[in-house]
């Protein structure tokens, strides 16, 4: 059974960089034909898909962040990282690591596989 598990700061500072990791288990995230990606969830708001890699290390990013985001992973670790940079209060959300098997970049973001969520508040 594949199992996915979000860690990294609770609070972050506005103009910081956010990073998160979730690790994977239960599979090998370079496996095909899985889908690694990051969305959020901002307090009051619906889910945002943020970006993905895919098992070929290839990644995938939302228009609307792309100059602030980037994934990637550690192979070794089964692990796969958002950077979010300059970070603002409007960042604050609850983020979740999903897997599935295919690119899902809309909603409903129904993925195979969930995180339990970690929330992240930017405040200074």
């Known amino acids: 059974q594949v199992q996915l598990q979000e860690s990294g700061p609770g609070q972050v500072k506005p103009s910081q960089t956010l990073s998160l990791t979730c690790t994977v288990s239960g599979d090998s995230i370079t496996t095909n034909p899985y889908y690694w990606t990051w969305i959020r969830q901002p307090p009051g708001k619906g889910l945002e898909w943020m970006g993905a890699?895919?098992?070929?290390?290839?990644?995938y990013y939302n228009p609307s962040l792309k100059s602030r985001t980037w994934v990637d992973r550690d192979t070794t670790k089964n692990q796969f990282t958002l950077h979010l940079r300059s970070v603002t209060p409007e960042d604050t959300a609850v983020y979740y690591c999903?897997?599935?098997?295919?690119?899902?970049?809309?909603?409903?973001?129904?993925?195979?596989?969930r995180g339990q969520g970690t929330q992240v508040t930017v405040s200074s």
């Open positions: 999903a897997g599935s098997r295919g690119l899902k970049t809309t909603p409903p973001y129904e993925y195979e596989y």
């Open positions: 890699i895919g098992y070929g290390g290839i990644t």
